[in-house]
């Protein structure tokens, strides 16, 4: 859905939108497994700077609620996590700031983003937000203990003969090491 600055310019918009999975792309690992919800709301907020320069900045006062899907860090599993945010947030038109401007604006204060041409995808507003709200790396559970990095088997759910760092084979071999070394 494009959020036209000319329509906004008329009249403040409401949204109250579902968005499928497959809709949008997230890239990475991220996979969208419920609907996405969204509700807000979308105005013109006109700058004024200097003697007759009038810049829109389209605002955009929503929250949004999905459940996402990722590969665990440790074993690649999937875990799906809940995204519930708020935000509010101010776009730019592209190019009114200048180029070390615009560095430093989105380097002190990440709430303002910029538009191209006529205005703003609501997708890629929510991309943007879900993936701000996902950590960088989630795992299937605390003491996941992950692949074997020499075979590759989920430790989880399997058991191989390697050897590994802290199991006991490992801890009464390093005693052994202590020992010798003490
Ligand atoms: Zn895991
Ligand atoms: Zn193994």
Redesign the pocket.
């Known amino acids: 859905m494009l959020i036209r600055v000319a329509d906004l310019q008329l009249k403040k918009l409401e949204f109250k939108q579902d968005f499928q999975p497959g809709v949008i792309e997230y890239g990475l690992d991220f996979h969208q497994v419920s609907p996405l919800h969204t509700e807000g709301r979308a105005e013109v907020i006109v700058e004024h700077r200097g003697h007759k320069e009038n810049v829109d900045d389209i605002r955009v006062v929503a929250k949004l609620d999905v459940t996402m899907e990722v590969g665990c860090a440790r074993c690649l599993e999937p875990v799906q996590f809940a995204v519930n945010r708020a935000f509010d947030l101010l776009y730019r038109p592209m190019g009114v700031d200048k180029r070390a401007e615009e560095v430093a604006i989105s380097e002190a204060d990440t709430e303002i983003g910029y538009y191209e041409g006529e205005g703003l995808l609501l997708e890629d507003v929510m991309r943007e937000q879900v993936l701000l709200a996902s950590p960088v790396k989630q795992v299937c559970r605390e003491d996941c203990k992950g692949l074997?990095p020499?075979?590759?088997?989920n430790l989880n759910t399997a058991t191989?003969?390697?050897q590994?760092p802290g199991d006991p084979r490992w801890a009464a071999l390093s005693e052994l090491k202590n020992k010798l070394q003490s």
Do not use: F, L, T
């Open positions: 074997c020499q075979c590759g088997a191989c003969n390697c590994h």
